[in-house]
């Protein structure tokens, strides 16, 4: 494992000059195939579903970002979570605890897609409650967000993957909100964390993609067969513009979280906001936990309006430089509705049996100067109203 600190391994982590150049750069590798001297004699690359050196380098980066031993990389998020539950296909009656709060994609494919193929899927607050009660004796694997999406929830990785493990299932930490920057899970337990490397590990909304990271035997063997087997890889173009992006990875998490604090002292103090979701808020539930397994916190805040939801729709549509759009950890600022956007294919009831109330409005907060910010929230609070 590299010694280097994480401002020095996103420039250098799993990259080197190209040798035959010494371009400083990884090169864009746009090929489809690779010549053989001879049948099966070639130089360790054979099809560019298999193999690809932009991509590699790529994964390399992102696992010594994390401290893994291997990075896998997939054409989004979604593809990476699908290729880890195809990694327990063989698996007879595989049962899944998932956290109750969580991106709505994910929920999708857990309910409407593998539930179909014999699959069975719980969902638990990991933040509060018994973990005993939540992950019991059966459970083959816990899939977890911390924090979670759109409520901020932060749940104790380090408890949780000893319950995991105590019953003989595989800990997955979705760690795309913290980043490796934040918050690192293979170093207090997790078996493998997985990232939409969209948001903020590329950083700059012009990819999709997707990322595991492991040191486990199991997920190192199966994922990365399926990778291949399944096909779902990142073309060179992505690999070259998330390597690109990973960059500034630790100056941009330093001023999302910087703009993010004010827009929180603000968010806190304005009488028409009921409650405001960010760990590290001294009276957050999770501040206690936030503080034991995570160095900071980055841009997401999620607030909910004291107001009906045609208020919180006309605000969220009122904002000139939060963009009203899906997704999330851009440099630029985004603003959205989670019970209409991120979170619609959660039926109505179970949002709001979670907290995701009908009037819950989710921030990217971005790196632009936070008082251009401030005012535009500001702005879109009086335009509301009208």
């Keep these: 494992m590299s010694t280097d600190r994480f401002e020095t391994q996103v420039i250098h982590g799993g990259q080197s000059h190209e040798p035959r150049t010494g371009a400083v750069m990884t090169p864009v590798f746009q090929t489809s195939t690779y010549a053989q001297e001879y049948p099966a004699k070639h130089t360790g690359y054979e099809y560019a579903r298999t193999h690809n050196p932009t991509r590699e380098a790529l ?73 005993a009660a939540a992950i019991p004796e059966g459970t083959h694997l816990v899939w977890l967000e911390t924090p979670t999406n759109p409520l901020l929830k932060i749940a104790d990785i380090r408890q949780i993957a000893a319950r995991a493990h105590q019953v003989g299932a595989k800990l997955v930490v979705d760690n795309t909100f913290a980043t490796p920057y934040f918050q690192k899970p293979l170093s207090m ?128 549509a009122s904002t000139r430089l939060f963009t009203l759009a899906e997704s999330l950890g851009g440099v630029e600022s985004l603003i959205e509705l989670p019970a209409a956007m991120t979170h619609a294919s959660v039926p109505p009831e179970k949002r709001r049996a979670i907290g995701i109330d009908d009037g819950l409005i989710r921030l990217s907060v971005g790196i632009e100067h936070a008082d251009d910010l401030l005012s535009d929230l500001e702005n879109a609070m009086q335009l509301s109203k009208r």
């Design 189 to 316: 337990g997790a078996d493998l964390v997985m990232h939409s490397t969209t948001k903020y590990i590329n950083g700059h909304s012009d990819v999709v993609g997707g990322m595991v990271v492991t040191s486990d035997t199991f997920f190192k063997t199966q994922v990365k067969f399926l990778q291949n087997a399944v096909g779902a890889v990142p073309g060179p173009w992505d690999s070259w513009l998330t390597l690109r992006g990973v960059k500034t990875l630790a100056v941009r998490m330093e001023r999302h979280q910087a703009n993010a604090k004010q827009i929180v002292n603000w968010l806190t103090k304005h009488p028409e906001v009921k409650r405001v979701h960010y760990p590290l808020l001294e009276t957050d539930p999770g501040y206690a936990v936030a503080q034991k397994q995570m160095s900071g916190f980055g841009g997401m805040v999620s607030f909910v309006l004291d107001a009906d939801l045609t208020r919180a729709e006309k605000f969220c």
């Design 59 to 131: 994964e390399a980066c992102i696992a010594t970002l994390e401290g893994g031993e291997m990075g896998i990389a997939f054409g989004s998020g979604l593809a990476a979570t699908t290729t880890i539950l195809h990694a327990f296909a063989g698996t007879p009656n595989l049962k899944v605890v998932c956290g109750d709060d969580v991106y709505g994609g994910t929920y999708r494919l857990f309910e409407k897609v593998f539930r179909g193929h014999g699959m069975s899927f719980s969902y638990a607050d990991f933040s509060a409650g018994d973990l």
